[in-house]
């Protein structure tokens, strides 16, 4: 890494910007291996001659890979529990128009990332004790059509 920093002529005396920053070895990241269990279930809701509509429901834990961040590196992580619903609608009896079927699913889900309290080792660490969590959203819908 180059560092290219104009130094104020007031503060050239006092402010020494090194050159170029040494050490070009990546340190080893330590994640570890982990085994996330899923749950899920799927049912029908409604069930008619050409119409079918499922739901669907979800949830997993998952533990961070990664290691607490007491040294030099910044690794921001979490664990996160996340949960998932669905649905799909089926609709087969769709002729002259569709010769086969259209099935719509729409999906969300709720991921939250709880509290993480990374305490640095360093008292004169450049970041610092820091603590990370947060929320996640995710959704779509899709199409499929079948032909016979």
């Not at 050490?23 to 330590?30: D, F, K, L, Q, R």
């Not at 409604?46 to 949830?59: D, M």
């Not at 259209?102 to 305490?119: G, I, K, V």
């Amino acid at each position: 890494i180059q560092l290219v920093i104009d130094v104020p002529p007031a503060l050239r005396d006092l402010v020494r910007v090194p050159s170029d920053i040494m050490g070009s070895v990546p340190m080893a990241a330590n994640f570890s291996d982990r085994f996330v269990p899923r749950l899920g279930a799927e049912g029908v809701a409604l069930r008619e001659p050409g119409v079918e509509v499922r739901v669907r429901g979800g949830a997993f834990y998952e533990n961070s890979p990664a290691p607490t961040q007491a040294g030099y590196t910044n690794l921001i992580d979490t664990d996160r529990w996340a949960f998932s619903a669905g649905a799909g609608l089926h609709l087969d009896q769709l002729r002259p128009f569709l010769p086969g079927f259209l099935d719509f699913d729409l999906h969300f889900q709720y991921a939250l990332f709880p509290e993480r309290t990374m305490t640095k080792t360093s008292l004169v660490d450049p970041v610092g004790d820091y603590r990370v969590s947060g929320d996640g959203f995710a959704g779509g819908l899709t199409m499929e059509v079948g032909f016979e």
